[in-house]
């Protein structure tokens, strides 16, 4: 690494420090290895059930099932004779009595409040020694979960393995079971490689509906969970998963959540040899996102919907405690992306999220959201590498189809300054059906992209409509290959500004940063409207003065600080109109770049030194209106406006010092022209006149001051 990079990442680790400070832990776990990948995903089984679950109540189980197909009804009715005399009346009973591999129990239809699991935890299960989660509740080892499985988990599945739950009804909401908020999951799967869940309903924690942990195996088929403070479903630290024909709704985080995945595509490119887990025909709608994968590595995303969210999908390496990290080769296909703009923050504002879980009214459509998350987003990558994302329809997103942005290693707690820079790489943006839906009906996003501009081989489809940047790099015809190379360090400092400002949120405490339009912020309340405002008042002032003192004689002077002036107007206007300014932006600096260098042109001749250090700064601020609209300067680990941010401040300085000096103004374009060195002063006559009048006539020298006489 040569030392000019060397010194950029020592850069970007004190600014990591900064945006480190709202980070928060969403899932905290007892540290996990990731599987060794010897295993496999399992086979659903036919057949009669090994265990049976069932409630006693005849009538009432006579009309849960009074509707269904006949031959379904006449089945159900059998097992529920034999699970009167032999079956149990509680899951967790039937797991418990699991005493070999390759069991099925099955779950006949009825409600499943797991009553003997509820009380709190007494004697030593009560005193367990443990460290406790940023969200309070106490992070235990496998030995003190199956020492006390009941001190976080409604049923818990230990170490069983090749376990096959199924729900017997004809629709999955024929069997529920419902944790009343009063156990952290529903239903807990933690060393069970193999676990097969089918068709039931899961509902009702404080954190997870469904979690399956450090698993080589699992599959969950037609399963629905819902409204839970944090997730629908949740596989940790797990390989050779399927998700399918599930869904999830009323999630303070995500629906879907495949956290650190089995991490086995690191140090591939875009083609790798398998997937870890896959997800197909799920549906995730009104959670605060999707799809959200922390180290969701190597997951193979298809052929799913989600809709109605805050955001779509996110990937990110933006917590630390996961394995797997930073994030790597996630890849999406034909996924239905659209109207994720829910705004639940209000509910937040409001206090209604301050409440207990039972009382926020979750069933009535509450979400408290439990981290920051910018509405009306598609798919968010924040900071993720190799990720492929084609052939999706993504429509109807008030803010982006896509979000990308590099995170700091230092936000996941790794220090070296090697790694400072290591993510938002190489992802992949191509054939996407942009503001359309699959029956082609327009259905626009507000932009298709916004990204921080951070990153290497990051590369787009090149029918992406309006985006921030409005210059990105296009994907080649090959995978992998890109026209242009961008390579930044750092992304845009304004567009940092707004992410450091929005991240400072937290649910528990009720803060919603001021500044941030994720929250509600408008106008002049926005922070990107703030540092446009307050650049264009102190370079308008700043510049106004120095053509005063020192530049209104000159014509080419005052004509470029009548378009630095629009320039800084438009620039304002721009940052209020948000991701919709489209070219203004870039107009702005076009405009402000001219005023730059055509004052630099004038000073040059008193002041040299000022002069051309002007016309650098219009030089560099041409450059950004060319980064920013035409194509992205490659090969420069900063962007022109971080270099010219930086020089901007030092002008500044210099400008007032300039302007404040009490020599004469400088009044030249060039020499010999009427604006020119030979010019005679303001209020002199011309120098012809000069010479052509007469020279006075001799007389007495004048008395000394102060002699009358």
């Not at 409630?55 to 699970?83: I, Q």
């Not at 022109?640 to 400008?655: C, E, H, N, S, T």
Request: proline share 6%; charged share 20%.
């Amino acid at each position: 690494m040569s030392w000019t990079r060397r010194l950029l990442v020592i850069l970007a680790a004190l600014a990591a420090t900064l945006l480190a400070a709202p980070a928060a832990q969403a899932h905290e776990e007892r540290p996990v290895t990731l599987p060794d990948g010897t295993g496999s995903v399992p086979v659903y089984r036919t057949g009669e059930p090994d265990l049976l679950v069932c409630k006693t109540d005849r009538a009432d189980f006579e009309r849960r099932v009074s509707g269904f197909p006949d031959a379904l009804r006449e089945r159900n009715l059998k097992l529920f004779e034999r699970c009167r005399k032999s079956g149990y009346r509680h899951l967790q009973q039937a797991v418990d009595a699991v005493d070999r591999t390759g069991m099925n129990i099955a779950v006949l239809p009825g409600l499943y409040e797991e009553e003997p699991s509820l009380p709190k935890p007494t004697g030593e299960c009560a005193r367990l020694k443990a460290r406790k989660s940023q969200l309070g509740y106490q992070i235990l080892s496998y030995a003190q979960q199956a020492r006390c499985p009941h001190n976080q988990n409604l049923v818990a599945v230990l170490g069983k393995k090749d376990l096959q739950i199924e729900g017997t009804g004809a629709e999955r909401t024929d069997v529920v079971i419902d944790a009343k908020y009063q156990k952290l999951n529903a239903i807990r799967a933690d060393g069970s490689d193999g676990v097969y869940f089918r068709n039931f309903t899961a509902q009702r924690t404080t954190f997870n509906s469904l979690y399956v942990l450090a698993q080589d195996g699992f599959v969950i088929d037609s399963v629905l969970t819902r409204w839970n403070d944090e997730y629908g479903f949740l596989t940790f630290a797990s390989d050779h998963g399927l998700y399918k024909n599930c869904e999830s709704y009323g999630n303070g985080d995500s629906g879907i959540y495949p956290g650190s995945a089995s991490n086995i595509n690191d140090g591939y490119g875009y083609d790798v040899p398998r997937y870890s887990i896959e997800i197909t025909g799920c549906r995730s709608h009104h959670n605060m996102v999707g799809y959200s994968g922390t180290a969701g590595d190597s997951v193979y995303v298809h052929d799913n919907e989600f809709d109605h969210n805050m955001g779509g999908a996110s990937m990110d390496s933006a917590f630390p405690g996961h394995p797997g990290l930073p994030q790597n080769h996630a890849r999406f296909e034909r996924n239905l992306i659209h109207d994720n703009n829910a705004d639940y923050y209000r509910y937040v504002a409001d206090g209604t999220c301050a409440r207990p879980p039972v009382d926020r009214g979750y069933e009535e459509g509450v979400v408290c959201p439990q981290i920051s998350m910018p509405p009306g987003s598609g798919i968010i990558t924040a900071g993720g590498n190799w990720n492929r994302y084609e052939n999706n329809w993504i429509y109807g997103q008030q803010r982006a189809a896509f979000v990308l942005t590099a995170v700091p290693a230092y936000i996941r707690g790794e220090e070296a300054l090697s790694k400072q820079a290591d993510t938002s790489h190489h992802n992949r943006y191509a054939g996407n059906h942009l503001g359309v839906d699959k029956a082609g009906n327009s259905r626009p996003n507000r932009t298709d992209v916004w990204w921080d501009g951070q990153g290497e081989g990051n590369c787009w489809q090149s029918d992406a409509g309006p985006s921030s940047p409005r210059a990105l790099p296009a994907c080649g015809s090959e995978r992998g290959a890109v026209s242009g190379h961008a390579d930044r360090l750092f992304g845009e400092p304004v567009k940092l500004a707004q992410l450091l400002v929005c991240a400072d949120y937290n649910v528990q405490a009720r803060r919603l940063p001021a500044g941030c339009d994720w929250y509600g912020a408008r106008g002049i309340e926005r922070i990107e409207v703030q540092i446009a405002l307050t650049v264009a008042v102190v370079l308008a002032l700043v510049g106004g003065v120095l053509w005063w003192r020192r530049l209104r004689g000159s014509r080419l002077a005052t004509v470029v600080t009548g378009l630095g002036a629009i320039g800084l107007g438009l620039d304002v206007a721009g940052s209020t109109m948000g991701l919709s300014a489209s070219y203004v932006p870039a107009l702005a600096l076009l405009l402000t770049g001219v005023w730059w260098t055509g004052i630099g042109l004038v000073l040059r001749r008193e002041r040299p030194w000022l002069g051309w250090t002007t016309v650098v700064l219009g030089a560099l601020t041409l450059l950004d209106a060319v980064d920013k609209a035409v194509f992205m300067i490659p090969w420069i680990p900063l962007s022109p406006a971080w270099v010219r941010g930086l020089l901007g401040v030092v002008w500044v300085l210099w400008a007032v010092v300039a302007a404040a000096h009490h020599g004469e103004r400088d009044t030249t374009d060039a020499p010999g022209s009427p604006d020119g060195p030979d010019a005679p002063a303001e209020g002199a006559a011309p120098r012809s006149a000069q010479a052509s009048a007469p020279a006075p006539a001799p007389g007495p020298a004048p008395a000394p001051e102060g002699d009358a006489s």
